[in-house]
């Protein structure tokens, strides 16, 4: 019985690790407070910093959708502020104190730049099959058509990275309790980096802990 449960953590740890190796969002530092040793984060409040109100409420409700499964209570904060401008400490007091919160979890976009990089020529040799030497005309032909030199050009292209900060404040103390700044590399959509954002916050706060 032993084995089988000490299986299934490190099937789970293996898991958690493939799908971040797999993912266009790389966490590039974390923090976790040391008097944060032993605990778990309570009920969240999830605030998205977002201009764009759309987005905003795609990452809330994936962020608390993915801390739910991991049996964390958690609330989206755009139902009961739904435009960012109404997003202050007086606005998110009340809220706090009606909803029992313990922690408020804030991600922020901090950069957002544009990256060549240049892929230098490649050089390729190819081998024609092994036909008789009559096709080609006696062995020099059979010699001269038995392989191809394919050279590919050199050329730059350019990614585009979006750097975010997410940090978790606990409502007691006020204290930053947890940071994470995330790296991610924009090529899909918008509900596929969110779902694979999260799911790297996720997988490092279960690395250090707090859920």
């Known amino acids: ?20 190796s797999c993912s266009s969002t790389t966490m590039m530092s974390h923090w976790t407070d ?24 795609i990452f809330e409700d994936s962020f608390v959708k993915t801390l739910k499964s991991a049996k964390v209570q958690a609330l989206a904060s755009y139902p009961m502020l739904p435009k960012a401008d109404q997003i202050s400490e007086e606005t998110v007091a009340p809220i706090v104190k009606d909803r029992g919160i313990n922690q408020v979890i804030v991600t922020r976009l901090v950069d957002r730049q544009k990256v060549q990089e240049y892929v230098p020529p490649s050089v390729t040799t190819t081998y024609a099959p092994a036909y008789p030497s009559y096709y080609y005309g006696g062995w020099y032909g059979y010699y001269n058509t038995s392989y191809a030199t394919v050279v590919t050009p050199g050329y730059t292209y350019e990614t585009e990275y979006a750097t975010l900060e997410t940090n ?33 916050l996720a997988s490092y706060m279960k690395q250090d802990k707090i859920i």
């Open 1 to 20: 019985m032993r084995r089988s449960a000490l299986f299934s953590v490190t099937a789970s740890a293996l898991l958690a690790s493939m799908l971040v």
């Open 34 to 57: 040391p008097e944060m040793s032993g605990k778990k984060l309570g009920t969240v409040l999830v605030i998205g910093v977002a201009k764009n109100d759309g987005r905003r409420r």
């Open 168 to 200: 978790v404040y606990d409502v007691a103390t006020g204290k930053l309790v947890w940071s994470g700044v995330t790296s991610t590399e924009i090529s899909q959509s918008v509900e596929r980096h969110v779902a694979e954002l999260v799911n790297v």
